[in-house]
């Protein structure tokens, strides 16, 4: 079983529309990080969560982790084009810096 | 400021035959994380390097192993290669400190014939 579920696995949206990625542990969080990759490159970091209710904000994407720790959302608001591709959500169980990932989500924004 | 450099970007090799693949941190980073990324699957962590030692290490076999230099850069080695190594190999790298963000490489895409 996946410790680290992200939904949905893919997602198609309308450039101008909002929407929201999900990422589910079963586990208390010791730090969430959101990645960003095109097919077949290399990540780029976008945000890191570490406490509780910590939300933060660049541009037009919000990311959240709820008060358990157990559970942050990614947010776009406006989609654009440039914003297509594989969100990965990383996250560090034990405090030991290694990075745990969900299998990502697929996004897709058209005119 | 060069963020995480790797090298090669691709790279075809057959069953059985080893290979290197190169990481250099970005500056001001002291620890190198190795993952592997199969098509369609999030990272899986290889192991971690720090001060030039394996720090820790993810459920992949002895066939893998690497190396830090004095300088931080790092090889990843794969010995006696099979078909289900194809992937695209990342390095991240960090620093040890209260926020350790990790920042990846463009990634070496190994395909096994």
């Known amino acids: 079983s996946q410790e680290l579920e992200q939904s949905p696995q893919s997602l198609i949206v309308q450039e101008g529309k909002n929407l929201t990625i999900n990422c589910t542990s079963s586990?208390?969080?010791?730090?969430l990080y959101w990645y960003k990759q095109k097919y077949g490159e290399g990540l780029i970091f976008l945000m890191m969560l570490q406490k509780g209710g910590e939300e933060k904000s660049h541009e037009k994407i919000t990311a959240k982790l709820d008060e358990k720790k157990q559970q942050s959302s990614l947010h776009i608001t406006a989609s654009q084009p440039s914003h297509a591709g594989i969100y990965l959500c990383g996250a560090d169980m034990g405090n030991t810096d290694k990075l745990i990932f969900g299998t990502g989500t697929r996004l897709q924004v058209f005119p | 400021d060069a963020g995480v450099t790797q090298s090669p970007t691709h790279l075809i090799k057959t069953r059985g035959q080893q290979v290197t693949l190169r990481c250099s941190p970005k500056?001001?980073?002291?620890?190198v994380s190795w993952y592997q990324q199969a098509l369609g699957q999030g990272p899986q962590f290889i192991f971690q390097y720090y001060e030039e030692e394996e720090r820790q290490r993810g459920n992949f076999p002895d066939r893998f192993s690497g190396h830090q230099f004095p300088n931080y850069s790092s090889e990843l080695n794969v010995n006696a290669l099979l078909l289900g190594d194809s992937a695209l190999y990342l390095c991240?790298?960090?620093?040890?400190?209260?926020?350790?963000?990790?920042?990846f490489g463009p990634g070496t895409r190994l395909l096994v014939l």
């Open positions: 500056s001001g980073h002291d620890t």
């Open positions: 586990k208390t969080l010791y730090g």
């Open positions: 991240a790298s960090s620093w040890t400190g209260p926020e350790e963000t990790q920042y």
